[in-house]
């Protein structure tokens, strides 16, 4: 099938230096490189499979964040943290990428955001609803690529996607992203809840990492 858009990774705003990881690699993920986006204020640690790459993001820097025009993933941080964010404020990120349709056009209504880590004239679109903390936080690179499974990786191709948020009509910018990979789905819900299935889920089996993430894996 051809796609004009495609998810090309996938974020958890989580603690610092995300101690959470090690669970999921005591779980059997394999861990890739990490890095830091510097004026951006924040640092990860990722996960790879063949098609989406898995970041778990933190404030490595609050002033930098706060002073950079993506200041609004301060207020999305983890309620753990003392923080004016809202109980309902989404930790999870979108990422998109071109698909396999040749494209100009970008994903959704946004603006482009041009970090200094990024060398010109490669920028990054944010999508308009950023500022709709209950959603997540949407983004878009013309430059992104299809990922590679490490050695050993326990899962292979990132085969579904759902994720959980508070009751409401989803913003123009949500459904058109919706839209364009229909293994994206949106599921009303008392709190976050990122559910990711791999291989087909043929094995039938799950994994929930909560409290340490909101997030449940399906094999």
């Known amino acids: 099938m051809t796609t004009q858009f495609q998810l090309d990774h996938i974020f958890i705003l989580t603690d610092v230096g995300a101690p959470a990881a090690d669970k999921l690699v005591d779980f059997g993920l394999v861990e890739g490189p990490g890095n830091t986006h510097p004026g951006q204020g924040t640092a990860n640690r990722r996960f790879f499979f063949q098609n989406v790459m898995l970041e778990l993001l933190w404030v490595a820097d609050a002033e930098e964040l706060k002073a950079s025009d993506l200041s609004v993933l301060w207020h999305r941080r983890p309620p753990g943290w003392h923080r004016e964010q809202p109980p309902a404020a989404s930790p999870f990120g979108l990422c998109l990428r071109p698909g396999t349709t040749p494209t100009v056009d970008v994903p959704f209504p946004g603006?482009?955001?041009?970090?200094?880590?990024?060398?010109?004239?490669?920028?990054?679109?944010?999508?308009?609803?950023?500022?709709?903390?209950?959603?997540?936080?949407?983004?878009?690179?013309?430059?992104?690529?299809?990922?590679?499974?490490?050695?050993?990786?326990?899962?292979?191709?990132?085969?579904?996607?759902?994720?959980?948020?508070?009751?409401?009509?989803?913003?123009?910018?949500?459904?058109?992203?919706?839209?364009?990979?229909?293994?994206?789905?949106?599921?009303?819900?008392?709190?976050?809840?990122?559910?990711?299935?791999?291989?087909?889920?043929?094995?039938?089996?799950t994994m929930d990492f909560r409290p340490h993430l909101p997030l449940r894996l399906c094999w």
């Not at 009751?167 to 293994?183: I, V």
């Open 111 to 205: 603006w482009p955001y041009c970090p200094s880590y990024l060398p010109a004239p490669l920028q990054i679109w944010i999508g308009n609803n950023a500022d709709e903390l209950a959603e997540p936080f949407l983004f878009y690179l013309s430059f992104g690529k299809p990922k590679a499974s490490p050695p050993g990786q326990r899962f292979q191709t990132v085969s579904r996607l759902s994720l959980t948020g508070p009751p409401g009509t989803p913003s123009e910018t949500l459904t058109k992203t919706l839209a364009h990979d229909r293994t994206i789905e949106w599921i009303s819900g008392n709190e976050p809840l990122m559910e990711l299935g791999f291989d087909q889920e043929s094995q039938g089996q």
